[in-house]
């Protein structure tokens, strides 16, 4: 079946850029996901790529995605303290359809 | 985008009970999915629920255990039956987006 396989910790320091990757298997996904889930919180939707897209920038983040390796990268520029949560890569092969996430990376910024 | 009310946000029960989580969509969804998140770990699905019909369960869940409602386009339940500590876990529920899930806040539900 699908897998999506993310490194489970990051640590940066304040003011850095943090680079979050991914890979997954499905060579039929069409949409794939950054999802940010704070302590004690759900699952909130980051930004979205479209497979037919190498690249998406909405202001602090980039997502990168080379679909011949199957590999998707999150970037969070000069990242901050608030930064601090789970990201969750996730791929789907429709929009809203369902989706199998990774298992997520534990991303700490340090002041 | 939508936003869902979920609740509640955590409980703790007695093992041999059930309980029901609810989810409340600002808006008409045609999708609902709930999930089950182990601490640290990610997300399984259980079901996907459509209204009318009844729920499709992923492999390892069944009705009998995890019965879901879908009474309309806005709103869901599921209950999580004769509990056992093997239940402790967060439950999430989402909607399909425009793009993505919109997802509740989650139940953190511990069983004793």
């Known amino acids: 079946g699908e897998d999506v396989e993310q490194s489970l910790f990051l640590s940066v320091r304040e003011g850095d850029s943090s680079v979050i990757n991914c890979t997954y298997t499905d060579s039929s996904s069409t949409y794939l996901y950054w999802y940010k889930q704070e302590p004690g919180a759900g699952l909130q939707l980051l930004t979205y790529?479209?497979?037919?897209?190498d690249m998406k920038q909405d202001q602090r983040l980039t997502v990168l995605l080379n679909k011949k390796d199957k590999h998707l990268s999150l970037r969070i520029a000069d990242t901050q303290t608030g930064d601090s949560a789970i990201y969750f890569c996730a791929e789907s092969r429709t929009n809203a359809g369902k989706s199998t996430f990774g298992d997520g990376t534990t991303l700490t910024v340090k002041p | 985008s939508a936003v869902i009310s979920q609740k509640p946000s955590r409980d703790i029960c007695q093992r041999g009970t059930s309980l029901t989580i609810q989810c409340q969509v600002d808006?008409?969804?045609?999708?609902m999915f709930w999930y089950r998140q182990q601490p640290g770990q990610s997300l399984t699905l259980i079901a996907t629920?459509?209204?009318?019909?009844?729920?499709?369960?992923e492999s390892g869940f069944v009705i009998d255990k995890f019965p879901i409602s879908r009474p309309n386009l806005t709103f869901s339940t599921l209950t999580v039956s004769n509990m056992s500590p093997e239940d402790s876990s967060i439950y999430l529920c989402?909607?399909?987006?425009?793009?993505?899930?919109?997802f509740g806040s989650g139940t953190r539900l511990t069983v004793v």
């Open positions: 629920a459509n209204q009318g019909s009844e729920a499709t369960y």
């Open positions: 808006s008409q969804v045609t999708m």
């Open positions: 790529i479209f497979s037919n897209m």
């Open positions: 989402s909607a399909d987006d425009t793009y993505g899930y919109t």
